[in-house]
């Protein structure tokens, strides 16, 4: 409750607290997947009901706590289904999150197929192409939430590396 803060491009704010202390509550309202009971979040001045949910996924990267990869390939996992999705934009996303020498080590790489979670992935490897969806398109607000849940040594290289990126991107 009472919670107020704003950021600028480049800015970056860690939320620490206990467990159930409304963490993720507070995420899921800065990203409009849970209503605010008091105030408003804005972007650009504007709150978050005046952008499009298309707008609003061109600038808003997420990487929920509870990791999900959608039935398709890990592209189009990585690219949010993006039906115009760029392979570049998708190769650098999966290197700034360190994952694309595991995904070209899969038989079909970039179009291996996975289930709901993530079938025949580890968590490991389900956190960092979750990562990769989250920087994908170089969004200027990025949401973490528990990101190195899952992670190893490796991921949690990639994940300060991202982090240090989205900071240099602005």
């Given at each position: 409750?009472g919670v107020s803060f704003?950021?600028?491009?480049?800015d970056?704010?860690g939320?620490?607290?206990?467990?159930?202390?409304?963490?993720?509550?507070?995420?899921k309202g800065?990203?409009?997947?849970?209503?605010?009971?008091r105030?408003?979040?804005r972007?650009?001045g504007?709150?978050?009901?005046?952008?499009?949910?298309?707008?609003?996924?061109?600038f808003?990267g997420?990487?929920?706590q509870?990791i999900?990869?959608f039935?398709g390939?890990i592209?189009q996992n990585?690219?949010r289904?993006?039906?115009?999705?760029?392979?570049e934009?998708i190769?650098?996303?999966a290197?700034l999150?360190?994952v694309?020498?595991?995904v070209v080590?899969?038989?079909?790489?970039?179009?291996?197929p996975?289930g709901?979670?993530?079938?025949?992935?580890?968590?490991g490897?389900?956190?960092?192409?979750?990562?990769?969806?989250?920087?994908?398109?170089t969004?200027?607000f990025?949401v973490l939430?528990?990101?190195?849940?899952?992670l190893d040594s490796n991921?949690?290289?990639?994940?300060?590396?991202a982090?240090a990126?989205a900071?240099?991107?602005?």
């Amino acid at each position: 409750q009472g919670v107020s803060f704003e950021l600028k491009a480049g800015d970056a704010l860690g939320i620490i607290g206990a467990s159930g202390g409304g963490k993720s509550t507070l995420l899921k309202g800065l990203l409009g997947l849970r209503p605010c009971v008091r105030g408003e979040v804005r972007f650009d001045g504007a709150t978050l009901d005046q952008w499009s949910k298309e707008q609003q996924s061109q600038f808003i990267g997420y990487l929920p706590q509870d990791i999900d990869l959608f039935p398709g390939t890990i592209a189009q996992n990585i690219s949010r289904f993006d039906p115009a999705a760029d392979a570049e934009k998708i190769r650098g996303a999966a290197e700034l999150a360190m994952v694309h020498e595991l995904v070209v080590q899969k038989p079909s790489g970039y179009e291996t197929p996975v289930g709901p979670g993530g079938v025949a992935l580890s968590g490991g490897e389900r956190q960092r192409i979750a990562l990769a969806r989250a920087v994908y398109g170089t969004p200027f607000f990025v949401v973490l939430d528990e990101p190195n849940s899952n992670l190893d040594s490796n991921g949690d290289q990639a994940l300060v590396r991202a982090l240090a990126q989205a900071k240099a991107n602005g």
